[in-house]
């Protein structure tokens, strides 16, 4: 859905880097997901966020791996050092209030390439 | 954990043919949903079901959540050309905030 913005949209980082991804979720949605998706794999949950608070970050990896929601401002997902491996599409997605049954409206992504 | 399997991997149909995705998950949900996600683009929003066997029509597209609330399906009926791409299932299990998502069905149809 075009209300969810990421940006960038794509981004080159060289090996021990530190890429830092930002999603606005659409208006009025205080709800935050984070997904992986490798080329040709499904997605991979990585972190649930509300408006500083971390739900959920049992899918993202212990080191390197760091997500914010401040209370003003877009969400970010830091990778520090990253690594050849981090190169993915990540997507983050937002909700309305019942995170049960809202829906999630994804965001065009950030493809991130790491040489 | 929780795993959530989607049959088949890939699907090539000719065109007007009808096309089947099927989704099942190691754990009981609560709820599920369905995305559409074109090669390059990002997963769209389908549709949620909630109840045990609910089916729910949008046009050429029929989705059926499982009884059990452990498996769900997508079938597209008389398949076009703009219905390529890959159509994911996400379920939620009761008690959690995450969807897992499945590992997807990439259709192709063939003109």
């Known amino acids: 859905n075009a209300g969810v913005m990421q940006n960038p949209r794509h981004l080159v980082r060289r090996r021990g880097q530190e890429a830092r991804l930002r999603c606005s979720p659409m208006k009025g949605h205080s709800h935050v997901y984070w997904y992986r998706q490798l080329p040709e794999e499904g997605l991979k949950f990585m972190v649930y966020l509300q408006k500083e608070n971390i739900i959920d970050e049992s899918g993202m990896p212990k080191e390197r791996f760091s997500a914010e929601f401040p209370k003003e401002g877009p969400s970010i997902l830091r990778i520090q050092q990253v690594v050849r491996g981090d190169s993915a599409a990540y997507f983050c997605a937002s909700s309305g209030w019942d995170r049960s049954t809202d829906t999630q409206y994804f965001g065009p992504g950030t493809r991130l390439t790491v040489l | 954990g929780q795993q959530v399997m989607q049959i088949p991997q890939y699907q090539h149909v000719q065109e007007g043919e009808d096309f089947t995705t099927y989704c099942n998950s190691s754990?009981?949900?609560?709820?599920i949903q369905w995305y559409k996600q074109r090669p390059g683009g990002h997963p769209v929003f389908l549709i949620q079901?909630?109840?045990?066997?609910e089916v729910k029509k949008q046009k050429r597209l029929t989705f059926q959540f499982g009884e059990a609330k452990k498996n769900s399906s997508l079938h597209i009926t008389a398949t076009q050309t703009t219905d390529v791409g890959t159509y994911f299932c996400a379920g939620m299990t009761s008690g959690t905030y995450k969807y897992i998502f499945g590992t997807g069905t990439r259709l192709k149809v063939l003109a």
């Open positions: 079901l909630v109840k045990s066997g």
């Open positions: 754990t009981t949900l609560s709820n």
